[in-house]
Every structure is written in C-alpha cells, then in structure tokens.
C-alpha cells in the first residue's frame, strides 16, 4: 500500500485548500478510503470516509457541512476538499485505507495504512 497527499499549505481563516492522494500497490477502486488528521499534541482523529464507488460520504462531526472528500477511481486518486476553514483545521493530515469493501464510519484504520502526510495550516 502506498499513499501520497499533495496540497497541503497555509490559509487565512475562511479560505479554502484541496488535498489529493495517490494510492497504488492495492485494487484503490475495490477499497473504501478514509482522511485522519493529527493536531500538535493531540492523537489521531478520523474525518472522514467514502465508499467504494463513492456514492456514500461520512464525515466527522467537525467538518460536516464544510470539507467533501470524493474519488477517481480511473485515477487512483483520493481527494478532501477543505472550505470554510478553521484554526482549529490546522494538522498533518493523513489519507489511510481501511482494507475493507464495506462503509466505513469512525474508524481510523492501522498505521501502516496512512501516507506520509500533508500540513495544513490555518492562521492569520
């Protein structure tokens, strides 16, 4: 399994970032995707999943309504889409493969599972 996040940066509260990331060594359109962010000091916290297919999204309760992870599967390719951000959005932040066909929700997968990491930094 390997992934890698691209897009990262820092914003003025209120502005917007899209991470991407390239999975390959795994059947990317057969596995749901999940994004985790880790904040300074904090643990790992799941944000948000989608099907296989994409069709059905999940998000935490902190970026509902705010970030919209989708999927190219022609691509291999995972994406959140970040609007609306916060200083409290600031983390690496960390697409993972839950190795499995279902739904997923809550659920952070393994570390093993995660790319490398992308910054993303809110701040005036």
């Known amino acids: 399994v390997q992934l890698v996040e691209s897009g990262g940066g820092m914003v003025q509260p209120g502005g917007s970032l899209r991470l991407s990331c390239a999975a390959s060594?795994?059947?990317?359109?057969?596995?749901?995707m999940s994004w985790v962010h880790q904040a300074p000091g904090k643990g790992p916290e799941w944000v948000s999943s989608?099907?296989?297919?994409?069709?059905?999204?999940f998000y935490a309760a902190s970026v509902k309504g705010r970030f919209t992870v989708s999927r190219d599967n022609a691509k291999n390719t995972l994406y959140l889409q970040m609007n609306s951000l916060k200083p409290e959005d600031t983390a690496l932040y960390y697409c993972?493969?839950?190795?499995?066909?279902?739904?997923?929700?809550?659920?952070?997968?393994?570390?093993?599972?995660w790319g490398q990491g992308a910054q993303v930094t809110v701040s005036s």
């Open positions: 989608i099907n296989t297919g994409g069709s059905r999204t």
């Open positions: 993972a493969s839950p190795m499995t066909t279902y739904n997923v929700e809550n659920y952070i997968p393994p570390r093993n599972l």
């Open positions: 060594g795994f059947p990317f359109s057969s596995y749901a």
